[in-house]
């Protein structure tokens, strides 16, 4: 029997980790589809505290493994299927791979996923002109036309990025308004670069005769016109997905998108002795630090829990 599982290897798993870990309580983390979470795809990380020059997400992430190791952290590299609270409290747990694993409490940091739109060829176009990672992907298209999907404030801050490179951006949005924040909107919009393509929707992904990207296909939302863009990379920025759906059984109460409910401040979810930390639960803030920060509160919450357990 575990004390603590923590199921997600973002800055939320491995900072509940870190202080489960300094408490004694030996966590188990379990990694997940994409050990690291989202920083992995990223590079330079400017905004964490504490790294003045700034930080590769790969070796931030790194760094916090190492750093919860070295407290008696152990890993395993799988995926959770199934999350389930048994009659005498404890959870029993599920993987992929087929292992059960019992626990006191469990505390879920599996993160968001970037939003697709569902179009037929998506899944072959990924590293071949499709991405939702401008920082990862953008030096990869210089002086060529790029597009980005989305009308908030991941759609602007990937098209300023962009700029950089492309010798063009296309922002296409669905509506003849940004959602996005007036200085994030104002910001890119004020780039020669950057131009709107409004009320558009992609409809096809088209391809060269090595099948990376060549051009979208746009349908106007209003008139229901046709038209072609050239554009060798397209970045997808129209939100994501909490990952989520593994618990599915598990009873925890959900938004109407998805997202785990937390009770007020605190990590606490409707079952006791379960709790949540980061993007899963996070739909507003979803920075690196705030998951950080939260996944520290889960830590909290869940040694306070086996504390009264054991009272
Ligand atoms: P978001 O605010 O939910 O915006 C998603 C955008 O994608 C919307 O414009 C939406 O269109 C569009 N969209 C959704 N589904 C679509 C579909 N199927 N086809 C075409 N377009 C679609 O997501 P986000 O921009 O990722 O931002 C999420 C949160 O993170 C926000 O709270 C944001 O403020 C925050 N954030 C902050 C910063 C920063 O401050 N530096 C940077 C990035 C994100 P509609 O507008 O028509 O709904």
Known sequence: MENVIIIGTGCAGWTAAIYTARANLEPLVISGEQPGGQLT??????????????????????????????????????MVSEVKKCEDGTFSLKTTGGKDYQAKTVIIATGASPRHLGLPNEKELIGKGLTSCATCDGAFFPDVPVCVIGGGDSACEEATFLTRFASKVYLIHR?????????????????????????????EYLTDDEGNMRAVKLENTETGEESELDVKCVFVAIGHIPNTSFLESSGIDLDENGYILQDGHSTVSNIEGLYSAGDVADHVYRQAITAAGNGCQAALDAERYLTDLEG
Not at 52 to 76: A, H, N, Y
């Open 41 to 78: 795809t990223t590079t330079d990380v400017e905004n964490f505290p504490g790294f003045p020059e700034g930080i590769m997400g790969p070796d931030l992430m790194m760094q916090m493994q190492q750093q919860s190791e070295k407290f008696g952290t152990r890993v395993e590299y799988d």
């Open 175 to 203: 509506r003849d308004e940004l959602r996005a924040s007036k200085i994030m909107a104002d910001r890119a919009l004020a780039n020669e670069k950057v131009e709107p393509v409004w009320n558009s929707q992609v409809t």
